[in-house]
């Protein structure tokens, strides 16, 4: 008699089972609009699925971008030397891995090779990079992919509110963190 009615049993549990397995908390919309401007007004032709197609130029600017909009290393004031900046080498890779993913970045291969000391296994700069200026953005859809990434669109117009394009970007959430990774960003002209 249990044999009868266990095909009645197990079917509710898997589908109990398979929806608590299908929720995801995402983080609040601000986050992905804010995501998303800061990114277009530091990157605003950019789009890659892989890091392995960024220059290390393009990865550089990522390390910048990454600091300052994360506040990390005291929003690079660490890193201030007089009237100059030095930047470990590894600082640059830690970041760019931690929050890019990226584990490809060649500081010999930057397009100022004078910036690169090999010896001390530094960067010297001038200046860190600034970004500014403001974006009117819209989130038009987020969804869980699974494995912790999510998929967001945004779309961007201008002071009058025409429409210009939209973005696409795939982002790895670190779990029991306020970290994340942006995995592509993708860019569309049309809508």
């Given amino acids: 008699m249990m044999k009868k009615f266990l095909p009645f049993l197990l079917i509710p549990m898997i589908l109990l089972l398979s929806a608590c397995g299908n929720h995801y908390a995402f983080r609040d919309d601000s986050f992905y609009t804010m995501l998303a401007k800061q990114t277009?007004?530091?990157?605003?032709?950019?789009?890659?699925?892989?890091t392995n197609e960024l220059n290390a130029d393009t990865l550089y600017l990522f390390f910048h971008f990454f600091v300052r909009?994360?506040?990390?290393?005291?929003?690079g004031e660490e890193f201030k030397k007089g009237n100059h900046y030095e930047i470990p080498v590894s600082d640059i890779k830690k970041?760019?891995?931690d929050y890019l993913g990226a584990k490809n970045f060649k500081p010999e291969e930057l397009s100022k090779k004078e910036m690169?000391?090999?010896e001390k296994g530094i960067i010297k700069t001038k200046t860190l990079s600034v970004f500014g200026g403001s974006r009117h953005v819209k989130l038009d859809d987020k969804k869980y992919l699974g494995g912790h990434k999510v998929q967001f669109t945004t779309s961007f117009y201008d002071d009058d509110k025409k429409y210009l394009y939209s973005k696409t970007m795939v982002i790895y959430e670190k779990e029991n963190e306020n970290k994340y990774q942006i995995v592509s960003i993708e860019s569309t002209k049309s809508k």
């Fill in 116 to 118: 690169y000391d090999k």
């Fill in 69 to 75: 909009t994360n506040a990390l290393y005291a929003n």
């Fill in 40 to 50: 277009d007004l530091a990157f605003p032709e950019l789009s890659f699925t892989s």
């Fill in 95 to 97: 970041v760019l891995d």
